[in-house]
């Protein structure tokens, strides 16, 4: 039988280019209006009919469309388009299960939205941002945003944004295994559609609300959602939707039994998803595929297609979609008898649903829609209701000002900084008149920093040679860049014996001085936890090390909430005349652990807490890491990614750092360095660092 999770959702992609009242357009009547229009227009087009290619599955199509719209933008620099050609990009990399790059198009288009004052925009773009938030496993996130954008769209009366919203906060419930919650949101969002008789957005309801109820275990009527649903989206030529229909439809006739109608309807699903070149539900086919073969007991074909459906998971790298790879992994290697591997992918599994569905995140989802629910009816029929759209209405004005306020504070500062700049250097030259002062001004000078220097040496010290981590690791490199003379970040490697290894990047409060104390701290409890103790499970040597830093901070008289992040990794080595085998085991404290596979970079999530005091604390898990040979571990801290220059003077992000890493990482370690540091120093510029920067690579 089917597993819970595996019927599909079509969330609503009704955004702001809906209301428009061309959008109906087909692609021949925009082509046709392409060829009559200029400028504005021309580019407001061009994003149309990047919508429309994108509606039809042509991605390629819509991507020279958008490109081509940046390009004639740039000449004419129309803020409004430039917001326009955004969002739509955002959705472009949202379908093709970018998550991660289209939340950051979004979070760097959400201050021009603002500045705008077009609330649907506004609107639009927080919804993006709830979307990818839910794809990427943050639901309480994603709530957020939808309940910041659904008072914005109620204020204009957009009732397709308003549709969108409910569909996606029915959404976060599926995605909590709230069935009834999120049937009572489905079925809001189709008395709307049937109110305006949307057919696209009826057919895509009745698919969700089959979705909802056949997890619920009425099989039966789910099935009679899916064939209305198909009903629809077949009238209405809306492939997309119908391809949910039919991976549901598969996944309903193989728990009646019929493998090979399974199959048919799974069959048109994959055809059309692959043609719309979406990944993410191409797993959902996969997996279904894989239930077809055991089904049918071909058990080695079934853990083949579920591989494969692994593979394509880590790219996307969405929790939702490993969960539910893992969970058919471990069962079908349970079935094939390699009961190794089925405990590893039930842990797995077990970590990251752990991770995103529980009881905290379902109550406080809960509690906080309610809560939203009860505010909105109670202002209703008060004057504090009134008050609070009028709040809304002048929030956009407000922002706007504030923007300008903040451009022209900038440019008071930067006067008052020459200004002072001017009276420090009349100062200085009086200063300097003063040989007797300027002489001691300059001891002084030399005394501090040959105690910042002389603190450097003692850090140093306590960082392990880069000849002992050559001898221990002979193919790493470490890019070590400390903002000020000493530094918060550090590194540390305990040989525990001859074939195993212990190995981090830590990331401690602060910078500087302060930082570098802290690094002390931190330092001595890892040596403490592996050599005192003899602790060499990661996740557990994590734990010692947590409680001996509180003790440490413990004994000051004012509360202290300093700790670190960290990226802590144990390697086993066994040589061999025959072989060298290799395993691994990681765990973290808010710092992920990212390793290659091919072309592409894994990360591993780490436990969100510190080494430190925290509100909730609990165990670090270890996590097994598989790697092939030759391919290569990162352990690293926030500083690289956090650099802000360019051309823009904006943050290196997470993405690019990746791409760095992929675009070199068969290279000699330390032409990996050195390409690393000449990025870096190059986006950087004339910019101060803002952060201490350390980084190690190992290839095993």
Not at 48 to 77: F, H, P, S, T, V
Request: charged residues 25%.
């Amino acid at each position: 039988m089917l597993k819970k999770g595996y019927s599909y959702l079509v969330f609503v992609l009704l955004l702001s280019c809906c209301y428009l009242k061309n959008y109906s357009a087909t692609i021949d009547s925009l082509l046709l209006q392409l060829k009559k229009t200029t400028d504005t227009a021309n580019i407001n087009t061009l994003v149309r009919l990047a919508d429309q290619y994108m509606y039809k599955g042509k991605m390629e199509d819509a991507q020279k469309c958008l490109i081509e719209a940046g390009e004639k933008n740039a000449k004419i620099k129309n803020r409004s388009c430039e917001v326009f050609i955004a969002l739509k990009n955002a959705l472009f990399h949202y379908k093709k299960s970018e998550f991660r790059l289209s939340y950051e198009l979004c979070e760097e288009i959400l201050l021009a939205t603002v500045e705008l004052g077009d609330k649907n925009k506004i609107a639009e773009c927080k919804t993006y941002m709830g979307m990818n938030s839910g794809r990427l496993g943050d639901f309480k996130k994603a709530l957020n945003f939808y309940q910041e954008a659904q008072p914005l769209l109620e204020a204009t009366n957009n009732i397709p944004g308003q549709m969108r919203i409910y569909s996606n906060i029915a959404g976060v419930y599926f995605d909590q295994l709230d069935y009834k919650m999120a049937i009572v949101y489905f079925q809001k969002t189709l008395d709307l559609a049937v109110k305006t008789n949307d057919k696209k957005i009826i057919g895509q309801s009745f698919n969700n609300l089959g979705s909802a109820i056949q997890n619920s275990g009425d099989s039966k009527q789910a099935k009679e959602y899916y064939l209305k649903a198909a009903e629809i989206n077949l009238a209405a030529e809306n492939k997309n939707n119908l391809a949910y229909n039919y991976m549901n439809l598969a996944s309903c006739e193989l728990e009646e039994g019929d493998a090979e109608k399974a199959r048919e309807y799974n069959e048109k699903a994959l055809k059309i998803f692959t043609n719309f070149n979406d990944p993410y539900s191409i797993v959902g086919c996969l997996c279904v595929e894989g239930d077809i073969y055991i089904k049918e007991k071909k058990i080695a074909k079934a853990v083949e297609v579920f591989e494969q459906a692994l593979k394509l998971a880590e790219k996307i790298r969405s929790p939702l979609l490993l969960e539910r790879t893992y969970r058919d992994l471990a069962n079908v290697y349970d079935l094939a008898g390699d009961y190794k591997k089925s405990v590893i992918f039930h842990k797995r599994h077990m970590r990251t649903k752990d991770s995103i569905v529980n009881d905290e995140i379902r109550q406080e989802v809960t509690k906080k829609q309610l809560y939203y629910e009860f505010d909105k009816k109670h202002l209703s029929d008060s004057l504090e209701y009134q008050a609070k759209q009028k709040y809304l209405q002048q929030e956009v004005e407000n922002n706007a000002r504030r923007a300008s306020l903040q451009r022209n504070i900038s440019i008071i500062s930067l006067v008052s900084l020459l200004l002072v700049g001017a009276l420090a250097f009349l100062i200085y030259r009086g200063l300097k008149k003063n040989k007797l002062a300027n002489k001691m001004i300059a001891i002084k000078n030399k005394e501090i920093l040959d105690s910042f220097y002389y603190a450097k040496k003692i850090q140093l010290a306590l960082l392990p040679s880069t000849e002992m981590l050559k001898f221990a690791l002979p193919d790493s490199f470490v890019l070590f860049k400390p903002k000020d003379i000493v530094s918060g970040d550090f590194y540390w490697m305990y040989w525990v014996n001859s074939e195993t290894i212990l190995i981090a990047v830590g990331d401690c409060t602060g910078h500087g001085v302060p930082g570098a104390m802290v690094s002390v701290v931190c330092s001595n409890a890892l040596n403490r936890a592996a050599k005192e103790f003899g602790i060499t499970d990661p996740g557990k040597l994590l734990d010692k090390v947590r409680e001996l830093v509180i003790e440490n901070f413990a004994e000051s008289t004012s509360e202290v909430k300093d700790g670190m992040d960290i990226s802590l990794c144990k390697i086993n080595i066994k040589n061999s005349p025959k072989k060298r085998d290799v395993s691994i085991e990681w765990a973290g404290a808010n710092n992920p652990l990212w390793y290659t596979a091919g072309n592409c970079i894994i990360e591993i999530d780490a436990d969100k807490q510190p080494i430190g005091n925290s509100e909730r604390q609990r165990p670090f898990n270890t996590n097994e890491v598989e790697l092939q040979k030759n391919e290569m571990l990162f352990l690293f801290t926030d500083g690289y990614a956090d650099q802000f220059g360019g051309p823009k003077g904006k943050k290196f992000k997470y993405r690019p750092f990746q791409d760095v890493l992929i675009k070199n990482h068969t290279s000699h370690v330390d032409k990996q360095k050195e390409e690393l540091e000449l990025i870096f120093d190059a986006w950087k510029g004339e910019l101060e660092q803002v952060d201490d920067v350390c980084i190690i690579g190992i290839r095993v």
